[in-house]
């Protein structure tokens, strides 16, 4: 089980670009080049809050992907066409790109965040899901994209226009 590690993260440096505008809870208002909050101790697990702009938590994550450290996204940015995420990972590992479960076509989904520097099929499909509990009736299962990654930077773009549910969110694990 990957163990997250707040003095020797992988993720060293999120960028975001571009993005929506807008006044939400936990951060209150931002715009487009607002940077994230950071991962919450203990990384991707149960209870911890997902996006930098919305309050909704984790829940029945995988075992698989406990304690991975992940970006706080802005769940606003799905709106936005021309959004990026520029992450720049310390060392080699697994990245990974969860993407909501409603999207058809998630695969292509992945392969257009991830575009700008990996080939079509480079993220592919773990089969482990974890959700976000946006309240408390409804939780969103995400399918979760990986591909193992030597250190350097990382540009994820926009999500299809098509799609207005929740951004995806980006990870790393050893």
Known sequence: MPEFSPTNP???????????RDNRAPIGPYDGNTSVLSTQTGGLTDGNICFSDRTYRWAKTHEGLVGAEYVRVFNSDKRSTTVTYTVTTSRTATVMIAMD???LDKQGA???ATAGFAPGGTFVDTGLDL??????TTDRPQGVFSARLPAGTYVFSAMPSAYNFNFYTIAAMD
């Open 10 to 20: 992988i993720i060293a440096s999120v960028v975001r670009a571009n993005g929506v």
């Open 101 to 103: 479960e409603r999207i």
């Open 110 to 112: 992945a392969n257009l």
């Open 131 to 136: 959700s976000i509990h946006e309240n408390t």
